[in-house]
């Protein structure tokens, strides 16, 4: 009897360490944002300075190659329209360069068979905040078929689903035209004759991790591979990212490449109901 009456007080204290302890957590986290808010708050941006540092990181090769996407969407007409906007990355970057922005990827419900997430961020200085969320299957494609992902799979999974939605809640806070801007400045970047010339190997490798062969890349630019202008691998290049951040499939990039194409940048063009 003594011996579960012990117990029974060691569960009672244990108990209330953890409820202190959490309650420390908890205070500890609130101090941490006041802190970030006042710091923000003390220190607003500079917007001229934040878009003339932003143009300046889009004019870095190797920034442009990562900053954009851009995906074929069929129009009413029966044509296509190229959508063009900013990567995961771009989001980042402006995000940092903007700063005073807090971002993240929470789990909001976790089940066997799917998974909902959302994306956040949040404006110290202005208050702003805006998230966005998706339910996805645990799903991954291999050898034709589906199959339920390891834990390595999920997590890679969840992060491509994760990049998306950040994206958009990042550019939901930052001016249109800022973004527009850094999307064409990143495309502007990428459209021009590099010093050494263009990497055709390294382009056909990264395709070919996604599923996309040599032959399909020159149907769609309707010529030999070796004759590949810059704009073209300006605008592959969008193709690519956008396959690899899950923007679009590989059948909705190469599947119709015969119909006639017009581009469109617009900022506000960042969902996932497409």
């Known amino acids: 009897m003594e011996a579960i009456e012990k117990k029974e007080l060691l569960n009672k204290e244990s108990t209330a360490i953890q409820s202190i302890s959490g309650e420390g957590e908890q205070a500890k986290a609130v101090a941490q944002i006041e ?4 710091l923000a708050l003390k220190h607003p941006r500079e917007e001229a300075k934040v878009r003339a540092r932003v143009l300046a990181a889009c004019k870095r090769e190797n920034f442009a190659k990562r900053g954009h996407y851009n995906y074929p969407r069929k129009t ?13 990355n771009l989001a980042k970057e402006l995000a940092r360069t903007w700063g005073n922005i807090n971002f993240g990827m929470m789990i909001i419900s976790d089940s066997e068979d799917e998974r909902t997430i959302r994306g956040i ?3 110290m200085e202005s208050n702003a905040s805006s998230f966005s969320e998706a339910t996805f299957k645990k799903l991954i494609q291999r050898g034709g078929g589906w199959i339920k992902p390891d834990e390595r799979d999920l997590r890679e999974l969840t992060n491509k689903h994760a990049a998306i939605l950040i994206r958009n809640s990042i550019f939901s806070l930052l001016p249109a035209d800022l973004i527009d801007d850094s999307v064409e400045a990143c495309l502007k970047t990428l459209s021009k004759p590099g010093k050494k010339g263009i990497d055709i190997p390294a382009m056909i490798e990264s395709f070919q991790e996604l599923g996309v062969s040599v032959k399909e890349i020159e149907e769609y630019i309707k010529r030999d591979i070796s004759e590949i202008t810059p704009e073209e691998v300006a605008r592959l290049r969008g193709f690519y990212n956008a396959m690899k951040d899950g923007q679009a499939t590989k059948s909705e990039v190469f599947g119709n490449a015969d119909k006639p194409i017009q581009a469109e940048v617009k900022g506000e ?6």
């Not at 009413?76 to 995961?88: A, L, M, W, Y």
């Open 269 to 274: 063009l960042f969902d996932d109901k497409k």
């Open 76 to 88: 009413k007409g029966g044509g296509q329209v190229d959508v063009i906007g900013g990567s995961i």
């Open 121 to 123: 961020a949040w404006d």
């Open 35 to 38: 802190a970030q808010v006042w």
